[in-house]
């Protein structure tokens, strides 16, 4: 993983959300005009519990019995239908330089705009639906599932009119609304349509907090770091008594309380009791993990890999009812300087790991239930700034699997006509995008979840043409 020369607009954006989506942790103070991350106060409804080692958190809580998160797994995991569809959200955090990844090297433009980060013809695979167009050779991944039409592609992405602040312009994607008042993330308000009041595994956040899509306003969502980490931490107690003792710390969770605040802290130790059982099978055995997969990771890019890996094994135990789930990248693309081997490293780890899961899923036989998406806030500006690109607009985004069309959505514009800001014009809404995954994909009418989208089905909507997104 490589370091980006972020900017201070990202580093406090990054701080911001950092402490916001966490439970139980206070709100900082937010520049004037700029949106609170969907997903801000959830604290007053949910319930944290926290140890050196251990984090769960179940948003959306409160009106859970003592036993209901372990009754409402079971229910939602008998209830669930045989090829449950799942969408896997993946941030590339800090704004991906969509003309290096999906580089335009047949312009002239592009090479005046960019004499010394543009890329060579021949140096990466050839992009068969537009021969202007070339993968980064450390997108080869992409390049090799695309050519298996397992991969939809969004060349010019965005919405208007853009916002290339961080902070706006991602919450605009997490709650898929141009509203910087909306306080539920897009997945969320899914949830609350199509979820279950006791299944918090429907919306899993593969982090240490919740993830702002993922916000919820009826019904509860996990974020957990990692599920191979997932363990309590007791000072001073070791094997063989660290089971009991926790054992006996859940159930503790089912004595009566004398007080509200009682009640609170007991619904938390029995339901993080609960959690630590479901997910017991993938935590780790003697320093390995409590699951084998099919294919090999890799070993480097930090824990993303290993999210993946213990992702793939959880969704092929039919006893998790996973519906949603979010989690970021390797590294930030946030690259106003130094841009060559930032995103040549984070890229190529982030991509390859992405591969491998895909062969995890095909190898266990549920790849055709498993879309992955792609995304970034936005992408970078045209014209180089000697190093690096600073903030743009329109940028590409990625759907992958095998029921994916495989199909190019929107046409790369080029480069001879910018905006007035000089940045790529989209031929995409994001919205649109939105709109196609929750009608086509999980069968649920769009509208009900983002206003003006209509069904999902391909045809007009308020954002533009939804396209044809599942085969």
């Known amino acids: 993983m490589a370091r980006s020369c972020s900017c201070n607009d990202f580093t406090r954006a990054q701080l911001l959300r950092r402490s916001v989506a966490q439970a139980g942790r206070g709100l900082p103070s937010i520049e004037p005009g700029q ?49 449950q569809p799942v969408l896997v959200s993946i941030f590339m955090e800090g ?46 991944g992409l390049a090799t599932l695309h050519g298996e039409g397992k991969v939809t592609v969004f060349p010019a992405i965005g919405y208007d009119p853009p916002d290339e602040s961080h902070f706006t312009s991602r919450h605009y994607w997490e709650v898929g609304e141009l509203d910087t008042q909306l306080r539920s993330g897009w997945m969320g308000r899914y949830l609350d349509v199509a979820g279950d009041l006791g299944n918090p595994l429907q919306g899993l956040s593969l982090d240490y907090s919740l993830a702002p899509a993922l916000a919820t306003t009826r019904v509860p969502v996990a974020a957990v770091a990692s599920p191979t980490d997932y363990d309590f931490w007791a000072y001073g107690l070791g094997d063989p008594l660290t089971s009991p003792t926790l054992d006996a710390f859940g159930a503790l969770g089912e004595l009566s309380a004398p007080s509200p605040a009682f009640a609170q802290a007991r619904t938390a130790a029995l339901n993080t009791g ?34 993946l890996a213990a992702l793939a094994a959880m969704l092929a135990d039919e006893a998790l009812p996973i519906k949603c789930v979010s989690l970021s990248a390797v590294g930030s693309y946030d690259t106003h300087s130094d841009e060559v081997e930032t995103l040549s490293t984070n890229l190529g780890e982030t991509i390859e790991s992405v591969l491998a899961f895909q062969r995890d899923l095909e190898a266990r036989g549920i790849d055709d239930r498993v879309v992955i998406q792609l995304w970034s806030e936005f992408g970078r500006r045209p014209r180089e700034n000697g190093s690096g690109t600073d903030h743009g607009a329109a940028g590409v985004a990625f759907l992958i699997g095998s029921q ?31 709109a196609g995954l929750l009608g086509q994909w999980f069968g649920t009418e769009a509208g009900l979840v983002i206003p003006g989208a209509g069904t999902g089905e391909p045809g007009p909507s308020a954002y533009g043409a939804v396209p044809q997104l599942i085969a």
Do not use: C
């Not at 433009?109 to 695979?125: C, I, K, M, T, W």
């Open 35 to 83: 949106p609170i991350p969907a997903g801000t106060g959830m604290d007053r409804r949910s319930f944290l519990l926290r140890s050196a080692g251990a984090v769960l958190s179940v948003y959306g809580a409160a009106a859970l019995a003592p036993r209901a998160l372990e009754d409402g797994i079971l229910s939602a995991a008998a209830a669930a239908p045989p090829n």
């Open 95 to 140: 704004g991906w330089d969509s003309l290096s990844v999906l580089a335009p090297v047949r312009e002239a433009a592009y090479h005046n705009l960019r004499p010394s980060l543009g890329r060579q013809e021949g140096e990466g695979v050839q992009f068969s639906e537009d021969e202007e167009l070339m993968w980064h050779p450390q997108a080869a």
């Open 274 to 307: 609960r959690i630590r059982n479901e997910l017991a099978p993938f935590g780790e055995q003697e320093g390995k993990p409590g699951f084998t997969s099919p294919v090999s990771y890799p070993t480097n890019g930090g824990e993303f890999p290993k999210r």
């Open 404 to 434: 994916v069309k495989g199909e190019m959505v929107g046409e790369f514009p080029g480069l001879t006509k910018l905006d007035a800001n000089e940045n790529l014009v989209n031929t995409s809404d994001f919205r649109a995008m939105y």
